[in-house]
């Protein structure tokens, strides 16, 4: 049974910093593309951040120089750091396992962004 958890959101401050982990379990970690994606509200669902299985990278321009996708393939957890968060940020996140024709995703956690 494929599962992704995440893990980290809460209420932060503007400016302050928050990091995300999404541990999965269920797949050959180390071959799935992993992405973040959120959903503000009133908001559709939009791609934040996606790490390839090589290591590349690739932002949203909205979190560009602020978020940062990283992995770590033996713990089978992708994390992204979330600094200078601004109101806007304010989400529920949620991580991506892609390979192939198959994507599994998470439940989610809550990031507030407010003062």
């Known amino acids: 049974q494929v599962q992704l958890v995440e893990s980290g959101g809460g209420l932060v401050q503007p400016g302050g910093s928050l990091t995300l982990s999404c541990v999965a379990s269920?797949?050959?970690?180390?071959?799935?593309?992993m992405a973040w994606y959120r959903q503000g509200p009133g908001k559709q669902r939009e791609l934040v951040a996606i790490i390839t299985t090589g290591g590349s990278t690739n932002y949203a321009d909205s979190v560009k120089g602020r978020f940062t996708i990283s992995r770590d393939n033996d713990k089978s957890t992708i994390y992204l750091r979330m600094n200078s968060l601004k109101l806007e940020d304010t989400g529920d996140y949620s991580c991506?396992?892609?390979?192939?024709?198959?994507?599994?995703w998470g439940q989610g956690t809550q990031v507030t962004v407010s003062s």
């Open positions: 269920g797949i050959t970690f180390r071959l799935y593309a």
């Open positions: 991506k396992a892609v390979l192939m024709g198959n994507q599994y």
